[in-house]
């Protein structure tokens, strides 16, 4: 079988103290009380044979509620593929640009809840964003993304300031 596949985008600025990425937590009931390496950046799985950019553009728009900017896409920073722990391969691209964490509307999935209870309920995909330090998104992301920091650090070493 098949690992599954996600395509996500890393949204980061360039501060005075060094680049920020934003990151998202997820949202429902089992990540609700966890905080440090539950979060990840936006992103979704697609199906085989489909266009990972495309994929990455479409749950960047669906978790934060808005697509990144068209002169961002037309920029994106690839950051290669990693695997999670659990096999899913995560696809990511950069992307320089900036966003209000506060502003951010997730789309929703549904699961019966609580378990065995009948009771089907509605959960943001995501609950919230945040910007962070690269240190600090190395303690809050999860552990199988964590090379994705190290790859945008690479390639921003490669590119100068604009």
């Given at each position: 079988?098949?690992?599954?596949?996600?395509?996500?985008?890393?949204?980061?600025?360039?501060?005075?103290?060094?680049?920020?990425?934003?990151?998202?937590?997820?949202?429902?009931?089992?990540?609700?009380?966890?905080?440090?390496?539950?979060?990840?950046?936006?992103?979704?799985?697609?199906?085989?044979?489909?266009?990972?950019?495309?994929?990455?553009?479409?749950?960047?728009?669906?978790?934060?509620?808005?697509?990144?900017?068209?002169?961002?896409?037309?920029?994106?920073?690839?950051?290669?593929?990693?695997?999670?722990?659990?096999?899913?391969?995560?696809?990511?691209?950069?992307?320089?640009?900036?966003?209000?964490?506060?502003?951010?509307i997730s789309n929703t999935f549904e699961i019966e809840?609580?378990?065995?209870?009948?009771?089907?309920?509605?959960?943001?995909?995501?609950?919230?964003?945040?910007?962070?330090?690269?240190?600090?998104?190395?303690?809050?992301?999860?552990?199988?993304?964590?090379?994705?920091?190290?790859?945008?650090?690479?390639?921003?070493?490669?590119?100068?300031?604009?």
């Amino acid at each position: 079988m098949a690992a599954r596949q996600s395509a996500g985008i890393l949204l980061f600025r360039l501060d005075p103290d060094g680049p920020r990425v934003l990151l998202v937590h997820p949202g429902g009931p089992f990540w609700a009380r966890k905080d440090e390496g539950a979060w990840s950046i936006p992103k979704g799985e697609y199906e085989p044979g489909a266009d990972p950019r495309a994929a990455a553009l479409r749950e960047f728009e669906e978790e934060l509620g808005r697509p990144l900017a068209p002169a961002d896409a037309a920029r994106l920073i690839d950051l290669g593929t990693v695997r999670q722990p659990g096999g899913k391969l995560v696809t990511a691209w950069a992307a320089r640009g900036e966003l209000d964490p506060e502003t951010v509307i997730s789309n929703t999935f549904e699961i019966e809840w609580p378990p065995r209870s009948g009771r089907l309920r509605q959960f943001p995909e995501i609950d919230r964003a945040a910007w962070f330090t690269i240190e600090e998104a190395r303690v809050k992301l999860l552990r199988g993304q964590l090379p994705l920091l190290d790859a945008l650090l690479v390639r921003l070493s490669q590119v100068p300031d604009e």
